[in-house]
């Protein structure tokens, strides 16, 4: 899978970029998963802060990608578990 930012994306924080990838990782997921569980592995606290309610309250940007993933997980009766994982563990981040 790959993407590429647009231009209104490309000026989002860091955190809204990481969070805003996670719900095109949902959408590109066939239509048959539904009614199910995904387990992600993230190395970002503030995407799982956000996530779990506890944080992202002052940044505008993450409240509403935040609001874009809840409504893919919801359409899909989809229960999304992050799981945080150390950058240098993070075997999605080798190629970058």
Same mark, same amino acid.
């Given at each position: +899978?790959? !993407?590429?930012?647009?231009?209104?994306?490309?000026?989002?924080?860091?955190?809204?970029?990481? +969070?805003?990838?996670?719900?095109?990782?949902?959408?590109?997921?066939?239509?048959?998963?539904? !009614?199910?569980?995904v387990d992600a592995c993230i190395d970002s606290k503030v995407m799982i802060g956000a996530w779990e309610g506890q944080g992202g309250k002052t940044s505008f940007q993450l409240m509403r990608v935040t609001k874009q993933l809840f409504h893919e997980v919801s359409s899909r009766n989809i229960q999304l578990s992050l799981q945080y994982v150390e950058s240098n563990k993070n075997k999605a981040d080798a190629p970058s």
């Open positions: +899978m790959g !993407d590429y930012w647009n231009d209104e994306q490309k000026e989002l924080f860091i955190s809204s970029k990481e +969070m805003l990838a996670l719900v095109h990782a949902i959408r590109a997921l066939p239509e048959e998963i539904r !009614d199910a569980r």
